[in-house]
């Protein structure tokens, strides 16, 4: 019996450690296998992440590209705008070259107008209804003494040739009221002078007793008859703003 145990002990140890010998010889093919799938998964969120971030990279490219478009279509357009602009303005320049060549040749023919317009002035002055008579002629003079100034434009000077134009154009419509002297008979006599624009230039002694009329054809006063010292009060009253205008019975003398 004893022989049979032992027979059967160490058919039982042998087999145990063939048993123990097959299973090492299998652990290590596992083993390698888990090593190589863990190396495999490393390696792919390695790939996965470089993939990500080569996207990212991709897709702020593709961002600047689009943002490099717009921008250049935008200056395209601006661009287009500035050339626009510069021919145009090119235009002007090229106009105000021509403006100023012919400057020369302007003023060439204003002053000699000028002078005209002055001289022509005086003239109508001259021969107009003699109120402020003075200080028209001054005026003139004013612009002669202007004409000769190197420190005045010309076009300051023509200015002011015009605006003497339109202050003796407004006369034409004034109605004033003003005191002086006549001289009647020899005598100097106080009167009150009125005007109604050019139609009529009258005056009336302070004592209202007698009124006179200019006469612009014979360049004298002439006197009046007494119906007309009512109405020639009434005028200068109403260039005195004394009284509302209206309607009065004058003579008049009609323009040649």
């Known amino acids: 019996?004893?022989?049979?145990?032992?027979k059967s002990l160490v058919a039982t140890a042998l087999v145990g450690a063939f048993a123990f010998a097959s299973s090492n010889v299998i652990a290590d093919p596992l083993n390698d296998v888990q090593k190589a799938g863990l190396q495999i998964q490393t390696a792919a969120v390695k790939s996965q992440t470089k993939i990500d971030n080569v996207y990212g990279q991709t897709q702020e490219l593709l961002?600047?590209?689009?943002?490099?478009?717009?921008?250049?279509?935008?200056?395209?357009?601006y661009n287009d705008h500035v050339a626009r602009l510069v021919a145009d303005q090119n235009a002007q320049i090229e106009s105000f070259d021509r403006q100023i060549a012919t400057i020369d040749n302007t003023k060439q023919n204003v002053v000699p107008l000028m002078y005209r317009m002055i001289d022509t002035l005086e003239q109508f002055i001259k021969a107009d209804v003699p109120f402020n008579s003075d200080n028209r002629?001054?005026?003139?003079?004013?612009?002669?003494?202007?004409?000769?100034?190197?420190?005045?434009?010309?076009?300051?000077?023509?200015?002011?040739?015009?605006?003497a134009y339109t202050i003796e154009a407004a006369y034409s419509s004034l109605v004033a009221a003003s005191q002086g002297t006549l001289e009647v008979d020899?005598?100097?006599?106080?009167?009150?002078?009125?005007?109604?624009?050019?139609?009529?230039?009258?005056?009336?002694?302070?004592?209202?007793?007698?009124?006179?009329?200019?006469?612009?054809?014979?360049?004298?006063?002439?006197?009046?008859?007494?119906?007309?010292?009512?109405?020639?009060?009434?005028?200068?009253?109403?260039?005195?703003?004394?009284?509302?205008?209206?309607?009065?019975?004058?003579?008049?003398?009609?323009?040649?």
Not at 63 to 77: C, G, H, I, W
Not at 154 to 163: A, D, G, I, N
């Open 137 to 163: 002629l001054a005026r003139v003079e004013r612009l002669r003494e202007t004409m000769v100034s190197s420190s005045v434009t010309t076009s300051e000077k023509f200015r002011q040739v015009l605006e």
């Open 63 to 77: 961002a600047e590209y689009r943002n490099v478009v717009d921008e250049s279509e935008l200056l395209k357009v």
């Open 1 to 6: 019996m004893s022989v049979k145990i032992r």
């Open 186 to 256: 020899g005598k100097s006599i106080n009167v009150d002078f009125g005007q109604l624009g050019r139609i009529t230039y009258v005056a009336q002694s302070f004592d209202l007793k007698h009124a006179w009329v200019w006469d612009n054809n014979t360049k004298q006063w002439k006197k009046l008859g007494d119906e007309y010292l009512k109405p020639v009060k009434e005028v200068i009253r109403m260039a005195r703003k004394q009284a509302t205008l209206e309607l009065v019975k004058l003579p008049i003398f009609g323009a040649e």
